[in-house]
């Protein structure tokens, strides 16, 4: 073997060896488990070691390759991390993504350790967006008055005496979803009680009858087990809409709510969303119609999810 090709050899032998140093040393990414993702105090200890906005980062991509619930929950944690940390100072370092859950978070703190609606209620107006502000008051409301049925309907007061606007995603919305899901008492407390569902709806009026039945979708899709093909729950729940007695804004409004659930699949396009709409409802022009807007609103309400 001549002198050249001994030199090339050891030169291809060293770099092997350095390519498979630099791959068995080089950093791996953390994976977090549900558990730890839903735990506050996962984020205090990043929060605390790396700095608040290091933290963030990291809450962004632990959570990208997660379900809209999970990624939801989990910005409800962050959120819950970031005020133990800095109070209501802690809001700068939340975002919109996942449809507000971190923002949800800390404004609904701010207002359970205050226990003043008026002053809360005041801050939204500075807020780019308020109907994200009130409806993270709509979740503290419900969890101040209490989560039975009395609680509930004290908390829709609410909503009505700080004069928040009636739109079905605001405050109404907030204490609906909170009455059902308990974001704030922490994750996975307790399986949502749909059983009174409808009955519930029904007995409102307005637009809290509106947020019900827009609620009530969602509750139906976490009655469907996992499948394969991400389209077929919301035929499914789609033929629940349609089923609904009595009012055809009823039947509307759950299908507003199937483009709410259809819109929070952050990991598909948007425009794949879209047509998601078309293929459920392609024979119900007023339900599509209802459907593909809600996704529409999901950029100017809370951004795109990420």
């Not at 060896?17 to 630099?22: C, E, N, R």
């Not at 735990?39 to 809209?68: C, N, S």
């Not at 509106?210 to 919301?234: G, K």
Request: aromatic share 12%; hydrophobic share 40%; with cysteine.
């Amino acid at each position: 073997m001549s002198k050249r090709t001994v030199v090339m050899v050891l030169i291809l032998i060293a770099g092997a060896i350095f390519a498979v140093q630099q791959n068995f040393f080089a950093p791996t990414e953390r994976v977090y488990g549900q558990e730890e993702l839903f735990d506050v105090l996962t984020w205090q200890d990043l929060i605390d070691g790396d700095g608040a906005d290091a933290a963030r980062e990291e809450y962004l991509r632990a959570t990208k390759p997660v379900t809209p619930a999970e990624q939801h929950i989990t910005a409800h944690a962050f959120g819950r991390a970031l005020y133990e940390r800095f109070g209501a100072e802690g809001l700068r370092y939340c975002g919109l993504e996942y449809t507000g859950g971190c923002i949800h978070e800390m404004i609904a703190r701010d207002f359970l350790d205050k226990e003043d609606p008026l002053s809360s209620a005041s801050q939204c107006a500075d807020f780019a967006t308020p109907i994200a502000c009130e409806h993270s008051l709509g979740h503290g409301f419900i969890a101040f008055y209490g989560y039975e049925e009395e609680g509930l309907r004290q908390a829709l007061a609410m909503c009505a005496d700080i004069g928040a606007e009636e739109l079905i995603h605001g405050c109404t919305y907030g204490v609906i979803m909170e009455y059902y899901f308990r974001n704030l008492q922490g994750p996975l407390v307790s399986e949502p009680d749909d059983s009174n569902a409808y009955e519930l709806c029904d007995s409102f009026e307005g637009v809290a009858r509106r947020s019900c039945f827009y609620n009530i979708s969602t509750l139906w899709f976490l009655r469907i087990e996992d499948d394969a093909d991400i389209e077929r729950p919301f035929f499914r729940i789609a033929e629940k809409c349609w089923a609904l007695p009595d009012k055809e804004s009823d039947r509307e409004d759950c299908a507003r709510g199937v483009g709410r659930s259809i819109g929070s699949l952050g990991t598909i396009a948007r425009e794949r969303r879209i047509q998601m709409c078309n293929d459920v409802y392609a024979v119900e022009p007023i339900y599509l119609q209802a459907c593909t807007e809600t996704i529409k609103q999901f950029r100017s309400l809370w951004g795109e999810l990420r």
